[in-house]
Nanobody, 123 residues
């Protein structure tokens, strides 16, 4: 069983930065970790994913070049560094994990989810 706890959300002005953290419990050395987001009235959207063992990363088109996913093996934590934030980045951000090293981009491909953290970007 894997448990995920996100933190780091908040209110920021457009153009600013935030770093989200996702602390994981359980054995995740062979997992793929992902970040998704969901804005009010919209479907959950893929943001980024990283392989726990290979460092391979992928990004959604809307955040590519602005967001960076990384992880700290010693702390069992995944991060999402968000720069050049825009009002359209406003959403609840969720951390997710799937139990293999396949890079997947759909909500249904992930087995474990955190409770989410709110990010609000003001214009």
């Amino acid at each position: 069983q894997v448990q995920l706890v996100e933190s780091g959300g908040g209110l920021v002005q457009a153009g600013g930065s935030l770093r989200l953290s996702c602390a994981a419990s359980g054995r995740i050395s062979s997992y793929t970790m992902g970040w998704f987001r969901q804005a009010p009235g919209k479907e959950r959207e893929f943001v980024a994913a990283i392989s726990w063992s290979t460092y391979s990363a992928r990004y959604g088109d809307s955040v590519n070049g602005r967001f960076t996913i990384s992880r700290d093996n010693a702390k069992n934590t995944v991060y999402l560094q968000m720069n050049s934030l825009k009002p359209e980045d406003t959403a609840v951000y969720y951390c997710a994990a799937r139990g293999d090293l396949l890079m997947k981009f759909r909500e249904r491909d992930y087995d474990y989810w955190g409770q989410g953290t709110q990010v609000t970007v003001s214009s």
